[in-house]
Structures are given as C-alpha cells and as structure tokens.
C-alpha cells in the first residue's frame, strides 16, 4: 500500500513538472514563446501523461511489483519460518536440559545410594571380620590353655608315679638296712636327683 501511495505522489509530481519544464524547453528550441505561464496544465498533455502513467504502473505492477512483493511475502514468511523453527529449538533444547538436569541429578542420587549401601557393607565385613578374629582368638587360646591343664596333668601324674615309685624304692632300701641320719641325708639327695630338671 505505501509502495502504491509513492507512486502515485510520484507520478503526480511527475505530471507537475512535465507541465512545469515541457514549455521551458519548447521556448528554447524556439517552437512556443518563453511567456508561457509554468503553472497552466495542458489536458491534453495531462491526459497523455495521465495515460502513461497507468500505463506504466500497470506494467510495473505486472512486471516489477508483484514479483517485488511476491519475494517480500516469500522472506517474510522465510523469516517467520526461521523464527519459528528458533523458536522450537530453544524449547527442544530446554526440554532436552531439563531432561539431562533430571537424569544427572538421578545418577547422582544412584550413585550416592550405592556409595552408602558400600560403606555399610564394609563396615558390616569389617565387624564380620573382627568378630572372626576375635572367636578365632578365643578358640586358639582355649586350644592352648587345654593344651597347657593336659599338659599340667600329664606331668602332675608323671610326678605322682615318680614319687610313687621313689617312694617305693626308697622304703624297700629302708627295709634292707638300718638307717642313720647320714644315710637319711643321702637317701633325700638321691630322691631329689632322680626327679627330671625344669632345663
């Protein structure tokens, strides 16, 4: 519409000055005298460029115009397409980060969770494992304090046969001879180095 109005402001001022300069130039080719006034309008030149000038605006508007606004729609609606399509892709992309947020912060909880689930599984082993250690303890300390009475009894009884049996030979040589106090002192002296040494 603007492009109309131009062109008709135009082709008015164009009619202007074709009336306006057409006598200037006739006077000095010699043809009208030079007294003509500027400002008469000649209807049959003012047809004639009236004529033309629609002429004119029908071939522009056939010719230069419709293809000039056809092109102008056309990137118009290219421009409006891109803007679109922009406009789509800020939210794909916001939907894809808001996506991605999600899942991130998803795995980060996941990972979190198994960190923690680790942590009390190995704590929960290393309870396990002490508690192995300390009955392990226990039972190897009893396996040594029995081993340590079996010992003590074998050796207590080890000792009483001993003793029973010094005590048996030491009566039969009483039996045999008269014993003096010398001889008790040996007899005694004897019995001690008949028992083993601690070494």
């Known amino acids: 519409m603007k492009i109309w109005k131009a062109v008709l402001s135009i082709g008015v001022l164009g009619t202007t000055w074709q009336a306006g300069l057409l006598p200037l130039f006739a006077a000095e080719s010699g043809d009208v005298p030079a007294s003509v006034n500027p400002l008469t309008v000649d209807p049959d030149l003012a047809i004639l460029t009236a004529v033309v000038f ?35 892709g800020a939210e794909e992309a916001a939907e894809k980060l808001e996506a991605y947020e999600a899942k991130l912060a998803a795995a980060t909880e996941e990972a979190e969770g198994i960190l923690a689930q680790t ?15 300390h009955a392990e303890a226990d039972r190897q300390r009893q396996r040594a304090l029995d081993d340590i009475e079996m010992a003590k009894d074998n050796a207590l009884q080890e000792i009483a ?21 010398e001889d008790h002192a040996t007899l005694i002296r004897e019995a001690i180095d008949q028992f083993p040494s601690k070494n």
């Not at 029973?164 to 039996?175: G, N, Q």
Request: glycine content about 2%.
């Open 54 to 88: 629609v002429l004119l605006l029908l071939f522009l508007s056939k010719f230069a115009w419709r293809p000039l606004m056809e092109g102008l729609d056309k990137r118009e609606r290219s421009i409006a397409d891109m803007i679109q399509q922009a406009k789509q």
């Open 119 to 133: 942590r009390r599984e190995a704590a929960e082993t290393r309870q396990q494992l002490l508690a192995e250690a």
């Open 161 to 181: 046969r001993k003793s029973a049996d010094m005590a048996f030979t030491l009566a039969r040589k009483l039996i045999q001879r008269e014993v003096k106090p």
